[in-house]
C-alpha cells in the first residue's frame, strides 16, 4: 500500500518503521529533521500525502491535527483514508473527519493504547471510529502496527473511548498509589500489599501490569527511577481533554475531575514533570493527613 505518514515522533516514527519493515511504500514528513529507517522523506504534509491510499497522522494536539487536515485533505485521492491516530478532543475529529468526507474521503480516529514500547513492538491497542469501509482499508495496517484494532461507532467514537480508558486508569493510578502510602503508615508490608490487591477485588492494572512500587510486581517505571514510560504530563493532557468532552456532554465526572487537579499539581506545581505518571507515590509518601 502507498501510504503517507505524518507526525514522525516517539510514537509516530516506529509505526512508519514497522508499516515500512512489513513491505508498505511510506512516504513521512515532520516539521523535524527525523529520519526513519526505510520511510522516504516528503518536503512537505501536502506531499507526503499525494498519492497515498491511506495518510496516517500522529501529531501532538487538535489544533495541529485541524492545521495538517487543512493541508493534506485537499492532495489526496478521492476514495483515500484519512487515519488519525493521535489523542485529540473529540470535536476536533468529528470536524476533520466531516472535512475529510466532504472531500470523498473516508476518515477515521484512531488513537492507540500502548505506548513508545507498543509503538516499537508493534502491540498498539487501536480505538477506532469511522465509517466502516475504511475500517476494513486500515485493518491490514493496524494488524502491523498493532496486535487490536475495536472499530467503536461513528467519527470521534475512537477518542471517547480513548479518554474514557484514561480517565479511568488516571484515577486508579492515583487510588493504587494512596493505599500504597497509606499502607506503608499503617505497617503493611508492601509485596503483602500486591498480593492481597493483586488477587482481591482492588486489582486494577495500575495494580497488577504497571505496580507503582519499585521491586514491587512485575518491571514497571517504578524499577526505573520513575523515567517514562508514560509520563505524568500526558496523563495531564488525557484527563484535560476527559473534562473537556465531560462539560461539552453535561456528564458529572467528579473523580475524573479529582486527578486532573492531582496531575496538574503534580506537573506544574510540583516534581511531576518529565516522570512517569506512576510517581505519584513517591508524592504521597512524602505527604500527611491535611
Ligand atoms: P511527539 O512529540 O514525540 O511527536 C509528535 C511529532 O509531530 C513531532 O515529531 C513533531 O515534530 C511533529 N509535528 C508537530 N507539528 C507538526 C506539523 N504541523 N506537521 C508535521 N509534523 C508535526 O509525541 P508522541 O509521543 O509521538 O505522541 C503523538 C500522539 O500520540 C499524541 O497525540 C499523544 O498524546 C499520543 N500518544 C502518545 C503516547 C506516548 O506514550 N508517547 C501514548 C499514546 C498516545
Redesign the pocket.
Known sequence: MKIGF????????PMAANLARAGHDVTG????D?TIDGVARAAS?AEAATGAQVVI?????GQ??R??AA?VIPAMDKGAVLLD????DVESARAVARQAQDAGLSALDA?????????QAGT?TFMVGGDESGFNIARELFDIMGQKAVHCGPSGNGQAA?ICNNMILGATMIVTCEAFALADKLGLDRQAMFDVVSTSSGSSWSMTTYCPAPGIGPQSPADNDYK????AE?ML??LRLAQEAAAAADADTPLGEAAMKLYAEFVEREDGMGRDFSAMLPRFEKRGYS
Open positions: 505524518i507526525g514522525l515522533g516517539n510514537m509516530g516514527g514528513f515532520d516539521t523535524a527525523v504534509a497522522t500522529m501529531l501532538p494536539n495541529i491535527l492545521k495538517v493541508e491516530c493521535s489523542t485529540v488513537p492507540v493504547s500502548g505506548g513508545v514500547g507498543g509503538a498498539l480513548k517514562p514510560g508514560f509520563a500526558l493532557k488525557d
